[in-house]
């Protein structure tokens, strides 16, 4: 599979590359059109610096290039440094004149890179050689999350429906004194506050406690989305699979340890881990120490580079200790600001999902 995601990122930057030439070679062909001297001069002027690096190099003219020069520039004296030195400024001026009249500068015919920081490479231009570039990083998510089969259409801040949430206060219905409504338009906030700095060291990580269907993996989604507009890599795991890379992977074959390790590799590493539904994986496929493991890493990056994590889970915070015991979920409870969701669970769950 690490095969394959490697190949499809080669291939998309390939095909970028490509994109951002064709931008600008289109660009030159609609001058040409416009003005057909602008390509003349031009192939003059190639023809020219072919010319130059002979003359530097002191090596004869091959047979082409002298056939060429005579079409091109049929006064100049092909041997004489001086009158082609003297003609590559008179053709570089006229060159700057025409573009001049067209509106254009020379920058206008390069590549529209989408990404100028790496130039479509996957790797920095200003920084040591190999370094991966935040697109690169984006786009290994973006494929992992399509290998992971996660939702590709994101909820957004925007379809948040206060409206859905009871306006009513029922302390003992929901457990707050204030309205549901009222306490989730609070919620969203502190969710959008997260977004704007998650960057800050200080921005703490977040616990969504709450019955099913009433918004935790809507909220989880909107930040999600939020953060991958500002080109934040998130990777989404559901809980059922976020402990598969961890597991013995003695029958895998040497591509899939390779791809397993990738994954581990970001689980502890990327921008933002989303953990979903915590609790409602299989007793027997849950992995304390691992788990323990994910959370410890995650702090110590967090002190290098912004590495916060969301959990969602059903689960009070007393289930977290009965199942999770002492160790896990004092480490949650210690480290994450708890978010709790409440509502009206089967009004929701139908119009949320
Ligand atoms: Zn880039």
């Known amino acids: 599979m690490i095969h394959e995601i490697r190949k499809a990122l080669q291939e998309e930057f390939a095909a970028r590359r490509a994109r951002a030439k064709a931008l600008g070679e289109t660009k030159r062909q609609k001058a040409y059109v416009q003005c057909p001297e602008l390509k003349y001069i031009e192939e003059q002027l190639n023809a020219l610096h072919i010319l130059r ?16 020069m005579k079409q091109l520039l049929p006064e100049l004296d092909q041997g004489n440094a001086v009158q082609v030195e003297a003609s590559v400024a008179r053709l570089k001026q006229r060159k ?21 920081l790496c130039d479509d490479t996957g790797f920095l231009k200003d920084a040591p050689m ?55 338009l609070k919620m969203k906030e502190i969710c959008e506050t997260f977004v704007e700095r998650f960057t ?9 406690v709450g019955r099913s269907g009433v918004g935790k993996t809507f909220f989880s989604s909107c930040v999600a989305s939020g953060l991958l ?7 989404y795991m559901p809980v059922s699979t976020l402990f598969k890379p961890f ?12 791809m397993l390790q990738v994954l581990k590799d970001l689980i502890l590493n990327v921008e933002l881990l989303i953990i979903d539904d915590l609790g409602s994986e299989k007793q027997t496929a849950t992995r304390y120490e691992e788990l323990l493991e994910i959370l410890n890493t995650r702090e110590l990056n967090g ?4 590495c916060k994590t ?21 480490r949650i409870l210690g480290t994450f600001d708890v978010l709790r969701f409440c509502g009206d669970d089967i009004r929701l769950k139908r119009k949320m999902g």
């Open 229 to 235: 507009e500002q080109g934040v890599p998130v990777l």
């Open 53 to 68: 690096v002979y003359l530097k190099l002191r090596k004869p003219l091959p047979n082409q290039v002298v056939e060429t």
């Open 96 to 116: 700057q004149a025409l573009l001049d009249q067209l509106h254009l500068t020379e920058q206008d015919f390069r590549p529209v890179f989408t990404c100028t």
């Open 130 to 184: 190999g370094t991966p570039c935040n697109c690169a990083k984006i786009i290994l998510v973006e494929k992992l999350r399509e290998k992971a089969n996660l939702p590709s259409d994101l909820d957004t801040f925007a379809r948040f429906d206060a409206s859905l949430y009871p306006d009513e206060p029922n302390a003992e219905l929901y457990g707050i004194p204030q309205s549901p409504r009222q306490h989730m």
């Open 200 to 208: 800050c060291s200080d921005t703490p990580n977040l616990l969504f």
């Open 310 to 330: 969301i959990i969602t889970t059903n689960m009070t915070p007393k289930n977290l200790f009965d199942t999770y015991g002492e160790r896990v979920a004092s």
């Open 303 to 306: 002190r290098k580079h912004p």
């Open 247 to 258: 597991a013995a992977a003695a029958f895998a074959s040497d591509e899939e340890k390779e």
